[in-house]
């Protein structure tokens, strides 16, 4: 995996959105072999990439083709518009710190005809500009921990609407009477990068919040496991959404990659086959049919019957007997595959669940999961699995807001774990430089620093978008590790600079 940015422009430039969009629309149209992501912010275009299939070079000059196609920035969008009861929480204290009357803070913001510079933050999510300069206030010291769903909000010269609840520091001026998002419908997204968004006061009821979209179907075609205790969090995950990234989507999929393909190499599955990952706690489950499974990861083990199952081997599981696990050794995620792969519903190229943008949800009491396709394997296949190792050192490569400051800072002492998801993971150390500016794109495994310091490595379900600074991402070979880390433990960053000098400006200037 590897990244880049194109600048087009800097601050809010309306033509070098137009550029960014315009191009990452063509990659997406026709999308080479390798392309991960191509998502366009404000002015930049980050693409992401396998660098075992694409060359940066070949991808560089496949921009630069296109470019020479597009005239003015490619098509402009469709016009929409969006009714708001203006309710928000925020809308008193908005009024009092700009000077102005309750019904000019309403009128003012109904004013422009906003462009949608981008889609992220979570899926849907529609940042807009420009907000009229009377009305611009910065973001809020500390963020919400829940803003409600279809909340109507701005921050400095951005408004946007919150598709579904989520924490947010945005200030709340009302709320939209239409869903800008519903996995449910054919068109789940009512915006897409490009369009034109106008504001109309109205009265009405707030639309309801979506239901999780169900991915397992509810009669399996090849019934092969039951559900009988749920564990903690377990998730029918593959190798995750690609090319999504510009709706808002989470790439989602495995958080230890390493383990989870290993599970499937061990029955004769492809690597990103789906299967089930276990975190933490897992489930109790009765085979409904003869299986030849295989469970590869770390912090727990298997348990056949109550007769423990070495990872790193499959087995024969026979029809009627129950799989459990419990906690052993150091780690928190472990991978159970089955040959034949396990049978879930594809929703924009993947059954892995996105839970912030409810799509999918964990395995509950009762849920049948079943097979892909029936396969003759024979058990007993082995494969050693690396050890966890004893001190947790992940290598640092530049990130697009490098700073000599804050790479120092990271490694010059150790971290603790205060928080581990699939999200990402928040450490406690020594403070590091950060800051914030205009949402861009969020690269797996980037370092982001908000003004607090506090460091917060972001893994597969982060958000596609974000405004804190980045100066520095975790080397791609070592961010299976952080599926594996858990609150109290603690990890150091070693310095990789050396490895690739270009590294230390990943943001290129577009010139062509």
């Given at each position: 995996?590897?990244?880049?940015?194109?600048?087009?422009?800097?601050?809010?430039?309306?033509?070098?959105?137009?550029?960014?969009?315009?191009?990452?629309?063509?990659?997406?149209?026709?999308?080479?072999?390798?392309?991960?992501?191509?998502?366009?912010?404000?002015?930049?275009?980050?693409?992401?990439?396998?660098?075992?299939?694409?060359?940066?070079?070949?991808?560089?000059?496949?921009?630069?083709?296109?470019?020479?196609?597009?005239?003015?920035?490619?098509?402009?969008?469709?016009?929409?518009?969006?009714?708001?009861?203006?309710?928000?929480?925020?809308?008193?204290?908005?009024?009092?710190?700009?000077?102005?009357?309750?019904?000019?803070?309403?009128?003012?913001?109904?004013?422009?005809?906003?462009?949608?510079?981008?889609?992220?933050?979570?899926?849907?999510?529609?940042?807009?500009?420009?907000?009229?300069?009377?009305?611009?206030?910065?973001?809020?010291?500390?963020?919400?921990?829940?803003?409600?769903?279809?909340?109507?909000?701005?921050?400095?010269?951005?408004?946007?609407?919150?598709?579904?609840?989520?924490?947010?520091?945005?200030?709340?001026?009302?709320?939209?009477?239409?869903?800008?998002?519903?996995?449910?419908?054919?068109?789940?997204?009512?915006?897409?990068?490009?369009?034109?968004?106008?504001?109309?006061?109205?009265?009405?009821?707030?639309?309801?919040?979506?239901?999780?979209?169900?991915?397992?179907?509810?009669?399996?075609?090849?019934?092969?496991?039951?559900?009988?205790?749920?564990?903690?969090?377990?998730?029918?995950?593959?190798?995750?959404?690609?090319?999504?990234?510009?709706?808002?989507?989470?790439?989602?999929?495995?958080?230890?990659?390493?383990?989870?393909?290993?599970?499937?190499?061990?029955?004769?599955?492809?690597?990103?086959?789906?299967?089930?990952?276990?975190?933490?706690?897992?489930?109790?489950?009765?085979?409904?049919?003869?299986?030849?499974?295989?469970?590869?990861?770390?912090g727990l083990t298997a348990l056949l019957e109550g007769e423990e199952i070495p990872p790193g081997q499959s087995f024969f599981w026979p029809r009627g007997k129950t799989l459990s696990f419990?906690?052993?050794?150091?780690?928190?995620?472990?991978?159970?595959?089955?040959?034949?792969?396990?049978?879930?519903?594809?929703?924009?190229?993947?059954?892995?669940?996105?839970?912030?943008?409810?799509?999918?949800?964990?395995?509950?009491?009762?849920?049948?999961?079943?097979?892909?396709?029936?396969?003759?394997?024979?058990?007993?296949?082995?494969?050693?699995?690396?050890?966890?190792?004893?001190?947790?050192?992940?290598?640092?490569?530049?990130?697009?807001?490098?700073?000599?400051?804050?790479?120092?800072?990271?490694?010059?002492?150790?971290?603790?774990?205060?928080?581990?998801?699939?999200?990402?993971?928040?450490?406690?150390?020594?403070?590091?430089?950060?800051?914030?500016?205009?949402?861009?794109?969020?690269?797996?495994?980037?370092?982001?620093?908000?003004?607090?310091?506090?460091?917060?490595?972001?893994?597969?379900?982060?958000?596609?978008?974000?405004?804190?600074?980045?100066?520095?991402?975790?080397?791609?070979?070592?961010?299976?590790?952080?599926?594996?880390?858990?609150?109290?433990?603690?990890?150091?960053?070693?310095?990789?600079?050396?490895?690739?000098?270009?590294?230390?400006?990943?943001?290129?200037?577009?010139?062509?």
């Amino acid at each position: 995996m590897d990244g880049f940015y194109l600048a087009f422009g800097e601050g809010l430039s309306e033509e070098a959105n137009r550029m960014a969009q315009a191009l990452a629309g063509l990659l997406l149209k026709a999308p080479p072999e390798g392309l991960w992501e191509a998502v366009p912010a404000y002015g930049t275009l980050y693409l992401e990439y396998d660098a075992r299939r694409l060359s940066r070079k070949r991808l560089l000059g496949l921009v630069s083709r296109l470019a020479t196609t597009l005239a003015g920035g490619g098509e402009e969008g469709r016009m929409v518009e969006i009714p708001v009861r203006y309710d928000g929480e925020d809308l008193l204290e908005v009024a009092g710190r700009t000077g102005l009357p309750l019904e000019e803070v309403k009128r003012l913001h109904q004013v422009p005809l906003y462009r949608v510079y981008a889609l992220g933050f979570t899926p849907g999510f529609p940042f807009l500009a420009p907000v009229e300069p009377a009305l611009r206030l910065p973001r809020r010291p500390h963020p919400r921990p829940r803003v409600p769903a279809h909340a109507v909000a701005m921050a400095g010269p951005q408004t946007g609407i919150y598709p579904l609840p989520s924490p947010g520091g945005w200030h709340l001026l009302g709320t939209a009477l239409v869903a800008v998002y519903d996995p449910h419908r054919e068109e789940p997204f009512l915006l897409r990068p490009g369009d034109r968004v106008r504001f109309r006061e109205a009265e009405g009821s707030t639309p309801p919040e979506p239901n999780p979209l169900a991915l397992l179907p509810e009669e399996p075609r090849i019934p092969a496991l039951r559900v009988e205790e749920p564990g903690l969090l377990d998730l029918v995950v593959d190798e995750g959404r690609f090319l999504a990234g510009h709706l808002g989507l989470a790439r989602s999929g495995p958080l230890d990659p390493y383990s989870a393909s290993l599970a499937n190499r061990l029955v004769g599955n492809p690597p990103g086959a789906p299967l089930l990952e276990v975190a933490y706690r897992g489930p109790v489950l009765t085979a409904l049919r003869d299986l030849v499974a295989a469970v590869a990861g770390y912090g727990l083990t298997a348990l056949l019957e109550g007769e423990e199952i070495p990872p790193g081997q499959s087995f024969f599981w026979p029809r009627g007997k129950t799989l459990s696990f419990r906690p052993k050794g150091r780690g928190v995620r472990v991978y159970l595959a089955v040959a034949g792969a396990l049978e879930g519903r594809s929703f924009m190229g993947s059954v892995s669940p996105d839970l912030r943008g409810r799509i999918g949800r964990p395995l509950e009491a009762g849920d049948v999961l079943g097979l892909g396709e029936e396969r003759a394997v024979r058990p007993g296949l082995a494969f050693r699995q690396r050890p966890l190792p004893e001190a947790f050192r992940l290598r640092l490569l530049p990130g697009p807001q490098f700073s000599w400051e804050a790479f120092r800072a990271l490694v010059s002492a150790s971290f603790q774990v205060v928080r581990a998801d699939r999200m990402g993971v928040e450490l406690l150390g020594p403070e590091v430089p950060g800051g914030e500016g205009l949402s861009e794109a969020t690269p797996l495994g980037g370092i982001q620093v908000p003004p607090s310091g506090r460091p917060l490595v972001l893994l597969v379900d982060k958000g596609s978008l974000g405004g804190y600074a980045k100066p520095a991402r975790v080397h791609p070979g070592d961010l299976w590790l952080f599926g594996q880390v858990w609150p109290g433990v603690e990890l150091t960053f070693t310095c990789e600079l050396h490895r690739e000098r270009q590294h230390i400006a990943p943001i290129l200037a577009w010139e062509g």
